[in-house]
């Protein structure tokens, strides 16, 4: 899938969904299973080939001929507590096929760590997300894993709120943060009823069946343009959220953020058969900001401070600036404003300007000498205030 960027994205989405303890966390498992029916009937015959081969194998003696690997031997739904070599050689089994794994808890991951890498796992995620990876090991040894692959792999983890901020913490602007797709449950009401789930069964299976078949033939390089048209407009969105807020977290997050949403789009757009719905471009949006919304709850005040080096704490996502001003204000209160909120990036002069050029506001009255600038007045545009829920009280 060709990003509006032009660079060629596979559809790589990786999951963690955060909740608290007893939240029903395990409820996606269903639906996974189901998803996942065909593969691992597959799966289950070459794990029987590569048993039976191993054990021909053992049973030789050590100057006996011993035949290769068999071919064609791809197992894609791997076991999370796996070495890092047994990780590249499943990769370089699978042909170009992506694997998946579900972890129950997020720091499963950490069986992919080495010796000489402690951060091995990290790289995993981020080199999974990034088109045209190369990762792998060399080994001397004839009987060990030497190759090197492309990392396609897809997968879900679980885990709760702390448990998971505590995880990231080493690395929150490395990387990974941003190429996954975050969710989260909302607590309970205290005395709450216990939530019932819902069943899935054969007609289930039914019914999700033919989309399962248009991804499986799928091949080559897809187009839409309704999703790019769509993830334009998506990027606009967030841009006009970041010059608003004066947000640089918001801004950064929302890069991949939205590569992520746009691949949603086309894998939703082949599993229907090429064919596009209004109803993938409502998902899709409410997908991205959502996300948005989860990283920023969960992680936005720590890579502030992280990238800052300042420990002044600062609200949750992105604050709309000029939705606090008054209708009419001042320079001298947008200044007092950016500090009051605790904007460090950028200047005051920049966000003013940028407003004025995208139609946010205007001058009101006169332009006043340079050297009483603290006291130019601007004025909320009829534009903005119709996007934004607002209406014009104050006659030009």
Known sequence: FRYIDNVPHEATLMNVLMAGTGAGKNCISDPINRILADIRQRDKENLQREREWKKEMQSKGANKDKRHRPEGLFIQEIHPDMTNAAFVQRLADAEGRFLYTKMNEIDQFDALKTSARSKAHFQIMCLAFDPGNVYGQTRIGTGSVSERVCIRFNWNASTTLRKGQSYFSSVLTDGPISRINFCMIPPREIGSEMPVYGAYDAAFDEELRPYIECLSKARGEVVCKQAASLAKKLVEECAETARLSQNRV???????????????????????????????????????????????????????EQEMAEGTKKHRGPQNLLDLLPEVFTREEAGALRTRVGVRGGSLTHMLNNWRQRGYIELYGEEVPRDEASQQRYIKTE????RHGGKLRIEN
């Open 250 to 304: 918001y801004e950064n997050l929302s890069f991949r953020a939205n590569v992520i949403a746009y691949l949603k789009a086309m894998v939703l757009y082949v599993a229907h058969g090429e064919r596009w719905d209004k109803t993938m471009e409502e998902f899709v949006r409410w997908s991205l900001h959502y996300d948005l919304w989860c990283k920023m709850r969960l992680f936005g005040d720590a890579i502030e």
């Open 383 to 386: 534009g903005y205030l119709r």
